[in-house]
DNA sequence: CACTTGACCTGTCCGC
DNA sequence: TGCGGACAGGTCAAGT
């Protein structure tokens, strides 16, 4: 459910919290969440400062002063929680929280000199961290396999609609998803960019028109942009790195809106199943291209 | 090679 | 109330 803006979201928080700051200690509980030895998390992360946090697709990357980094991937339900040594007061809206914190989900706890606290929660155990040598970071193979960023200047129409049209025979939505064409969409951005540009989500990529695919580049870069202004999607375990909520949800059109009109033309919105994930869509706005004879 | 489906997990919700 | 099963969705492995 973190999709890029939830990432983006968590990077700025944690650009603001953690450059800097000495690791003192690390303790996890689950090898598939953490699966390095503990001699190397001793050798290479505990003593180390933290340099910067950086974003490559859903991946977030704690680049240390030991020439190794922390890789985490949050998968469907982790988080990634920072508690200084403020208290939060009731009322605040992560003061449950992080008053919660250590929690049954709670697979990770860095501890920083000076009392502070990394939280890496993650109920499904679908997530995970990992250490290894920075310089290591390009080689792995989701990274060599891994499409451009949607959000970077260098990123142009053209290079959008080859990298789609490689899946020709999918549908646009499975294209959407998969990593290798582009990075960073999910279920929710996927729904919502296709509703914007008006293509049903089942619909072979070989059948949408350029002018659409030109639409949907447009729209899936506003609504990136939208949402991680509103710092990100809050579905159910989303928080950002302050354990606060996103309000993109409130602005989507289509996601978890079956039953509810299409703000466009007040039709029902349908939920199917496409690419294996459900999916929302309008079905009088997002028509199917008529099948040729 | 292109494409789809199942596995990995746990908590929640729905029907009986 | 309890219980079984469907469902949630990012990515990789296995299958067609």
Redesign the pocket.
């Known amino acids: 459910?973190p999709?890029l803006p939830e990432v983006e979201t968590i990077k700025l928080g944690l650009s603001k919290l953690l450059p800097g700051l000495v690791i003192t200690n690390v303790q996890h509980d689950w090898p598939?969440s953490f699966p390095n030895a503990p001699a190397d998390v001793e050798r290479f992360m505990v003593g180390a400062k933290v340099l910067g946090v950086r974003r490559r697709?859903?991946v977030l990357i704690i680049d240390l002063n030991t020439k190794y980094s922390l890789l985490v991937?949050l998968?469907?339900t982790g988080q990634l929680v920072f508690v200084g040594q403020e208290r939060f007061g009731a009322g605040h809206p992560s003061a449950d929280l992080i008053a919660s914190l250590p929690a049954?989900?709670t697979r990770v706890i860095i501890d920083f000199a000076g009392a502070s606290k990394l939280f890496f929660n993650d109920?499904?155990?679908?997530g995970w961290m990992r250490l290894m040598p920075t310089i290591e970071i390009p080689e792995i193979?989701?990274f060599k396999k891994v499409g451009p960023e949607p959000l970077e200047a260098g990123f142009k129409p053209a290079d959008f609609i080859d990298r789609l049209q490689?899946?020709?025979?999918?549908?646009i939505k499975?294209a959407l998803?998969d990593?290798t064409v582009i990075a960073g969409v999910?279920?929710?951005y996927a729904d919502e960019s296709l509703w914007a540009a008006k293509i049903h989500p089942a619909g072979p990529v070989s059948t949408v028109s350029n002018a659409k695919l030109i639409k949907l580049y447009q729209s899936l870069r506003e609504i990136l942009n939208l949402s991680i202004k509103k710092g990100g999607s809050t579905d159910r375990n989303y928080v950002d790195s302050q354990g606060k909520k996103g309000s993109y949800l409130s602005f989507a059109k289509v996601f978890r809106r079956q039953g509810q009109p299409c703000p466009r033309c007040g039709t029902p919105i349908e939920k199917i199943r496409v690419?294996?994930?459900?999916t929302h869509f309008c079905p009088h706005c997002q028509k199917l291209p008529r099948s040729p004879k």
């Open positions: 459910m999709e598939k697709a859903k991937h998968k469907m049954k989900a109920q499904r155990k679908f193979d989701f490689r899946r020709k025979n999918s549908s499975a998803l990593q999910g279920n929710i690419a294996g994930r459900g």
